[in-house]
Nanobody
Framework: QVQLVESGGGMVQAGGSLRLSCAAS?????MGWFRQAPGKEREFVAA????????IYADSVQGRFTISRDNAKKTMYLQMNSLNPEDTAVYCC??????????????????WGQGTQVTVSS
């Protein structure tokens, strides 16, 4: 089973930036980022195809967040700019282990990381 490990979370003031990384232990296909705030459901943030040629975003982060990947390093990234307190959550990366269409749906992904906390103060 492929394992995913996130890093890069932390505390930042509103308007600031963070870059999250997700390192995979093996080959993956589509990958995505999800987040879960206290008392809320886990929600889709962004996803990227294996080639990196196609990306999709949640409306709430479009234009502020950028997803990318480096397959040689088996690592995916999430550059987060113009952060606001509503972005505070545990961010988890996810990967599909078979070739499927790019998806916002949690059940389309086969393996998950443990998550990294992002806290944005006002």
């Amino acid at each position: 089973q492929v394992q995913l490990v996130e890093s890069g979370g932390g505390m930042v003031q509103a308007g600031g930036s963070l870059r999250l990384s997700c390192a995979a232990s093996g080959r993956t296909f589509n990958m995505g980022w999800f987040r879960q705030a206290p008392g809320k459901e886990r929600e889709f943030v962004a996803a990227i195809t294996w080639s990196g040629g196609t990306t999709i975003y949640a409306d709430s982060v479009q234009g502020r967040f950028t997803i990318s990947r480096d397959n040689a390093k088996k690592t995916m990234y999430l550059q987060m700019n113009s952060l606001n307190p509503e972005d505070t959550a545990v961010y988890c990366c996810a990967a599909a282990l078979t070739r499927l269409g790019l998806s916002r749906v949690k059940t389309s992904y086969d393996t998950w990381g443990q998550g990294t906390q992002v806290t944005v103060s006002s």
